[in-house]
């Protein structure tokens, strides 16, 4: 089994920044790809950024391209997800995630934390 905890969410203005932090525990070498989700009020959950659990192989949903970065703080056993150029739109609870297939289902997630971009 594996745990994953987020933090760094919070109240930003629109243009400003966020760092998340998702840190991992437990049986973390069964993971091959990680990733971001977020969900807005009434909406379903959506895909955000993944990468392999070493940091590589990134991809990024169009509505954040160029503005969020996933990356991995190996020292901590932690992924991170820099948000830049925040916009009102990117309001949602944001929760990683952790799967030991290449492709496939989530099989970790975790509780989720609250951003919201004030306009």
């Known amino acids: 089994q594996a745990q994953l905890v987020e933090s760094g969410g919070g109240l930003v203005q629109a243009g400003g920044s966020l760092r998340l932090s998702c840190a991992a525990s437990?049986?973390?070498?069964?993971?091959?790809?990680v990733a971001w989700f977020r969900q807005a009020p009434g909406k379903e959950r959506e895909f955000v950024a993944a990468s392999t659990w070493t940091g590589e192989l990134t991809s990024y949903a169009d509505s954040v391209k160029g503005r969020f970065a996933v990356s991995r703080d190996n020292a901590k056993n932690t992924m991170v997800l820099q948000m830049n150029s925040l916009k009102p739109e990117d309001t949602a609870v944001y929760f990683c995630a952790a799967r030991k297939k290449i492709v496939g289902n989530y099989d970790y997630w975790g509780q989720g934390t609250q951003v919201t971009v004030s306009s």
């Open positions: 437990g049986r973390t070498s069964d993971f091959v790809r």
